[in-house]
């Protein structure tokens, strides 16, 4: 079957194979006056065109494609914040490379090497730790980038965050109507935002609301999983400071601190209440289900697609960043201070 | 900074720029004498070669990239499937475009032109259906593909799943050894290979181990979810035929099938027992801790990985198709048989 080319198109709508070219590709549409784009592509629809998006990239270093590098899938966050992506990107005719880098800096330089060599047009970054001489240097060359759930300590890079000090705001709030004042706090590595941010608001609500200072009451995990969750909820319980309440830095941390309190034979949430923070999927099937800060995974997927999209076509707009609102969803892990 | 080509390598190593192409590239470096490809790929490595893959892309029709389809990248069993595809692919050079089609036909034919004009070198599917014209006509067609967790009525294609009448064996001898003769069966939908074989797995092993046989013991699910085993569930418990055990189709199902017998104010594993399948991520947190057969989903991805690069090394090869063997993990929701 002959396959209409981009010439024949244009030759039948009237129009330069240049202004056809445009009008056929989303990410230059918007160049094309309306009425003559909406000509151009019903024309191009019934002639069975369709754009060779290889031999289109040779020519114009356009890809279609952008590169999504992201620490490992097999956490759960992960899943929707790609599906997130991949529902705005697909309509527009985008396609996403993904890595998982494990937060290894060699895999992610080599990944980012393979994708320029595949001439993507841009990164999502899921990866950024709060220093980050890749990225510093990939913004300096005006690399159009979007940092999910991430931000870096220098440099003026577009990205989509949630809200996490109002996050944690809501869940000490929680907790204080539940009548706790001694609360302790399991924080996340201090090497990437989210750690910072959520820990800097921990130590505020306390401050704010008069509660007992923090001294000893905020242990800081190794890393982000129920195992490092565990060991600080022991180290917690051995130092002999007094607490009713435990705010963790994420979902996989409290899990880590439910096995804990299980092992010691102290009751969730009769002794001590736990809150988690991302509402993973099916925290509300664990025992007890999870009293937890939900981030909205897909909204932020989404949302970086959008933003990436913004920045493909206008590479000189300011650098916009979004913050998303989080909510709490209670459920058994959090009840009343034991007296 | 000049960039080294490919003719300028071949020179310094003293080889025909075909030769030196072959070693260079992992799919074809198995046709290039070991030493002298060692040899190749020391000077490339020296002069700072780095392939353009689109270039090569165009000229050669290989693009080192394949198209992976699969339902919802949100379903806790595709991340890792994705995972185990990735690790085997990424060191060979090779990457995967990823498209979720949420089962929907239309979705999938678009993905799979989509990937065709971006010349990917193969497919795996892990969407297939037990009778599925597209998959039909690209088997035809000798299209490189793979099937994951799924295989077809008709066509010969090379798959790799999870050996589920194995699997099914060892979940109903578990209920036996607990004194169970009255064992229920929350199936999958029938249109997935999955579905059917673990249902006639059940009622071989009733037949075998003359239990009770199905009659009314089998309920089928219209969807692998919460919701549908809820709903299956609730239809057993209604039936008015006796069971002291249930094994599901899947841990979504299971998963309903708790939430009704909660509803119900049934305990479980006190009056009956419940058994999933897959054992996907913290199964062993939700309340009981579900027993459950495990399938080793990173391997199935890994596997579908290097069967997919065998396919396209020899595309004359007779297709092999694997079978996982299965475990099944035991936790807190199967008990004794109640009296």
């Known amino acids: 079957m002959h396959r209409a080319t981009l010439r024949e198109v244009a030759d039948k ?31 191009a629809k019934e002639m069975g065109y ?16 952008i590169g999504l ?7 759960p966050l992960f899943p929707p914040i790609v599906r997130g992506i991949e529902d705005v990107l697909r309509p527009v005719g985008y396609n996403a490379w993904i890595v998982n880098t494990d937060n290894q800096q060699d895999v992610e330089a080599s990944a980012v090497e393979s994708f320029r060599q595949r001439n993507v047009e841009g990164f999502v970054f899921a ?4 220093h980050h001489a890749l990225l510093e240097e990939m913004a300096a060359a005006s690399t159009p980038m979007v940092l999910i759930n991430r931000r870096l300590a220098s440099a003026d890079i577009p990205s989509v965050t949630s809200d996490d000090s109002t996050g944690v705001t809501l869940a000490i709030q929680h907790l204080v109507e539940l009548g706790h004042r001694n609360i302790a706090h399991l924080a996340g590595p201090q090497d990437l935002s989210t750690g910072v941010t959520r820990r800097r608001a921990f130590r505020e609500n306390l401050e704010e609301r008069g509660l007992p200072d923090e001294a000893g009451r905020i242990v800081v995990c190794d890393a982000w999983s129920e195992e490092a969750g565990a060991r600080g909820m022991l180290q ?58 939900r981030i909205p995974h897909y909204e932020l997927g989404a949302e ?14 300011h650098p916009r960043s979004l913050l998303l609102p989080l909510t709490l969803v209670v459920r058994g892990s959090t009840g009343p201070a034991a007296a």
Do not use: W
Request: aromatic share 4%.
């Open 13 to 43: 709508a009237g129009v330069h194979p240049a202004t056809a070219s445009r009008a056929l590709n989303s990410a230059t549409e918007g160049m094309v006056n309306a009425t003559t784009a909406a000509r151009i592509q019903k024309v």
């Open 50 to 65: 369709t754009p060779n998006p290889i031999a289109r990239s040779l020519k114009t270093s356009r890809s279609s494609s």
């Open 69 to 75: 590098i992201i620490p490992d899938l097999t956490n």
């Open 127 to 130: 990866t950024a730790h709060l």
């Open 236 to 293: 917690l319980l051995d130092s002999g400071v007094p607490f009713t309440a435990v705010l963790a830095g994420n979902d996989l941390l409290a899990l880590g601190a439910y096995d804990t309190l299980a092992a010691r034979g102290i009751s969730c949430p009769g002794e001590i209440s736990v809150i988690g923070f991302n509402d993973m999927p099916y925290m509300d099937k664990v025992y007890p289900p999870m009293t937890t800060v």
């Open 304 to 317: 970086a697609a959008r933003l990436l999209l913004e920045v493909l076509d206008g590479p000189e707009r």
